[in-house]
């Protein structure tokens, strides 16, 4: 976390010094470009407001928060319970392909969308409930 904190200290401090050039030569230009110097400003702000929670983030717990950050940590120290994935479970699929057709829908027509829309709602309460029932019932 020390070590994403710095690094998110310069590209905040990168970004900042992007945005003062940026708005330099759009005034050198007498063409002032607002979207550009508010995106890249944004981002300077971004990196630095996540910089800072780490910081304080290291400190309020006081040492090495994560398993990388400790000099004597083993290689599956740090590794965590990602979650519980289904293999034999055909609703990701099926989730990602509704959510496919919405998106088309929403681009293109909007009948489409109309039509997805339910699919998709199917499809979340099929991935949400498929341990309540069949062999894998709890």
Request: proline residues 2%; hydrophobic residues 55%.
């Amino acid at each position: 976390m020390k070590s994403a904190a710095r690094i998110l200290y310069v590209m905040g401090g990168s970004f900042l010094t992007v945005t003062s050039v940026y708005l330099f030569w759009s005034l050198q230009a007498h063409n002032l470009e607002l979207v550009g110097v508010i995106t890249v400003g944004l981002c300077a702000v971004l990196c630095l407001l996540l910089a800072f929670y780490f910081g304080r983030l290291v400190k309020s717990v006081g040492g090495d928060l994560l398993a990388e950050d400790r000099l004597d940590a083993n290689i599956d120290d740090g590794d965590s319970e990602l979650g519980l994935f289904s293999p034999w479970s055909w609703w990701p699929i099926l989730l990602a392909a509704a959510s496919t057709i919405l998106i088309l829908g929403l681009s293109v027509s909007a009948w489409i969308a109309i039509i997805a829309l339910p699919i998709l709602i199917l499809c979340l309460i099929g991935w949400f409930f498929e341990y309540y029932r069949g062999y894998f019932a709890r």
